[in-house]
């Protein structure tokens, strides 16, 4: 039986910006540093998993596993609990140098979130929560029919896979934690926005950098053209956001680990624009086709002199100075370029504009970009 | 097939809503057919909405955007770009951001290449400091009819005769927090946090200058009408559009809505199922679109509001906002 540890402590996390914001986030062991999102869960349907939590808070912790039924704590199906009458957690909760231990057997495949169920309405905007998926019984990454989201003949086949966690930050919220203040959460009012966890541009920044320790993942989505890219999006916040790519639709397969479809009837559906509510569960593919154009097929417009047209005012670009894919042309002197290899950018960002600043400063918040390469290794987009 | 050429200049100008307030904004203004030793005429001429681009599937669409400069902030020199919202396989080239790709500066053209080929109601709207730039007001419409329309000489919505109506309506929402238009005239920054919407528009009007007529005198910078006539029987198709910040719920009591298509794309399944649907509230996400048909029950008027009705309201304190109405007249 796979069994996972999670660590309730605390931390301070980075914005862009510069600020440095104390959380608290679930950790793998009892030495690592609290992350944010908590790390991911890969459980497998039909296999129990078994996931202890100890606590380092001041304060009673618990998890409450989305989607999941029958879930035991210490032996003993999880119920709310109770100090002198008044609800204290939705679930069997750790006590602070405390632990619990659960266990549960995932029933169907799809993409889940767990979070505090004690004083949610505070110890979730402080960062106790994290993605699960669960593979389908017959998942296997190596054989193509089999390498789904929701198991063979679901048209849910995938080459890559990405999990997007929205959430939010009130700093005065996190500064009144940490100094043992009250704060009435009924005046929540975000400043930041995140993606797993980070804010733009740190959002494009790859997975588990030295200098973001509490925030090992990147949000930056990597393909080719015409693979199927899943991208699973949850709503941890307490906020919806409508989260929109360029590039192209989205073809929305699952709402909340529940498979789009009734026996033979297929209820998927595209959006440019899915909006993820809190709590909620999105898996969708993402299919980038090329248009087809190259140096010997070219683009019917003429590309101005680029020292005339603005490019990377902020002082960068994504832009690798050409129309064509995998072709780098000449970007003005002075602007930095992070292209690669001539690759296409399309970004990812929460449709409510306010939301992609960091405190009110744009580019920031709950934006990311989709990278088309020409090409990408395998390895690349992988969900462990 | 046609080849459309098309030229949008990006300038400034202002809006007023029923109060007597003015709100200054930033928009596009149409210069297709302007002279080229005229087109600075047209400074300080945005028009809220933008202008419709209206298109047919397979369409070759040259989409030229002029920066004409902001003659009220002439120390602002922001450049611009025009990103088609929802257009699928885009090539970063024609895709109107500019951290990856190019932006126009003021004195600059560009000339952006589409050619739809899904049917349905999309977006247009810059993209350069998108809080900013969308909030000031450079947002439009673009419709894309189908091919089915040219063979068969009658209106659907998509390729499919179930999409059949006489009548189309567009329902564009957006909001306008007046504190940003005003510091943004006044060289002023604003924490885009803060932001709190006082005033809530149906294409570009507050109720009751919804119900006026296209191109009314009385504001000529906001040409679009948001009355909706039909003769009672007849099919209505609505283009719902949220390009603000906020969710929105419409609906028109007496009225079923059948909602056939969502962001450009027809409800069907991977094998064609028929996934449309029925609804009283048409709820709607910031960034995305919903086409919508109807059947003009019998005659009278029917208001189309806002579900959140606190949004139905001037500065939160008189009856208008995101209201407008259904006239359906008796059969000629």
Redo the contacts between chains.
Sequence with gaps: MPVIDLWAKDGYLSTPDGNSIYFWGFSKSETGPAQLPGPHIVARQGETININLYNTLTEPVSISFSGQSGIMADGQPVQPQYTDGKLLSFFNHAEPGGMVSYTFTPSFPGTFIYESGTNPHKQVPMGLYGGMVVRPADYNPDAREFKTAYGAGT?TEYDREYLLITWEIDPDMHQAVEEGKPYQVSKF???YWTLNGRCAPDTMLMDGLDYLPHQPYGSMIMGQPGEKILMRYIGAGIE?H?L?P????TRVVAVDGRLLRNE??????????V?VGAGQTYDQIYQ????G?TTQNP??????N?R???????G????SGS?Y?GVKGDIPVGVVSYNEFGE????LH?????Q??N??E??GGMMT?VAIYPSLSPAVGILE | MATVIKRFGATDGWVSMPDGTDHYIFGFVDISVVPENQIFQYRGKATLLAPLLDVYEGDEVYLTLTNLGFPNRPDLDDTHTIHWHGFPNQIPLWDGVPEASISVPVGRDFTYYYQPLDPGTYIHHCHFEPVEHIQMGMVGPVTVRPKLEKELGLKFAYNDENTAYDREGLIFLTELDPRPHHLVANVQEFDWTEYSPEYWLINGRSYPDTVKPANDQSMPQQPFSALVEAYQGEKVLLRFVNIGFQQHCLQIPGVPLKVVGLDAQQLRGYNGEDISYWRDVIYIAAGQTMDVIFTAPRAGIYPLYNRNLNKNTIAGTEFGGMVTEIRVSPKP
């Design positions: 048209d009012l975000p400043r919806n409508p929109h360029h590039g192209t639709h033979n009837v297929d209820l998927s559906f595209k959006r440019f624009t909006l980038w086709d090329d248009l154009y683009i019917p417009t003429i590309l101005p680029l005339n047209m603005g490019v990377g005012d902020a960068w670009t994504m832009w129309p894919l296409y950018y399309f970004m929460s449709h409510e504009e306010l992609i600043t405190w009110g744009f580019p970009m």
